[in-house]
């Protein structure tokens, strides 16, 4: 009887250790802002769909610092922030080569730290009644419990693109 149950705590760990292992890795994330959506892809496959919010004016591309934008384009999800201020972060490349040669030009500060992030800790809303609105400055943000799932599924290094 003991033997019995060895091998079946044995065969559950190994069925654990492998749906860990089995899950498939992000190797692109997508946003499109007209949709107020995140998906993270894999190998052109959509493996899950998060509701965002975004900046105050999240329609056209970041131009500066405070427009309320949330940027388009290509970029990398470069590092994560285990203790933002938004509960946990994920940074975004921006400002690339092409925003900062259009600030250059238009003698504007394109501005930066654009994040994929959680919850404002200083809301009275719900999670989901905050998901209604676009109250960021430009971040992309999701529900702490859809950031924990990104926050394992995304590794730094992942491509990021965000789409009108």
């Not at 044995?10 to 899950?23: G, P, R, V, Y």
């Not at 427009?67 to 921006?94: F, M």
């Not at 400055?137 to 999701?142: E, F, L, P, R, T």
Request: net charge neutral; aromatic share 8%.
């Amino acid at each position: 009887m003991v033997k019995r149950i060895q091998l079946l705590l044995i065969a559950a760990l190994s069925f654990c250790s492998f749906s860990l292992l089995a899950q498939p890795q992000v190797d692109l994330v997508v946003v499109k802002k007209s949709l107020s959506q995140l998906r993270l892809m894999s190998h052109g496959k959509i493996l899950h769909e998060y509701h965002i919010a975004m900046g105050d004016m999240p329609r056209g591309h970041k131009l500066k610092e405070g427009d309320q934008r949330t940027p388009e384009g290509r970029y990398i999800l470069d590092y994560k922030k285990p203790n933002s201020s938004y509960y946990r972060a994920i940074h975004i490349s921006y400002p690339n080569d092409e925003d900062l040669f259009r600030a250059k030009a238009l003698g504007i500060n394109p501005g930066g730290q654009i994040m994929i992030h959680g919850q404002n800790p200083h809301t009275d809303l719900t999670p989901e009644e905050a998901q209604q609105y676009n109250w960021t400055n430009g971040c992309i943000a999701v529900t702490n419990k859809d950031m924990d799932e990104i926050w394992k599924l995304v590794e730094p290094g992942t491509p990021i693109e965000i789409w009108p």
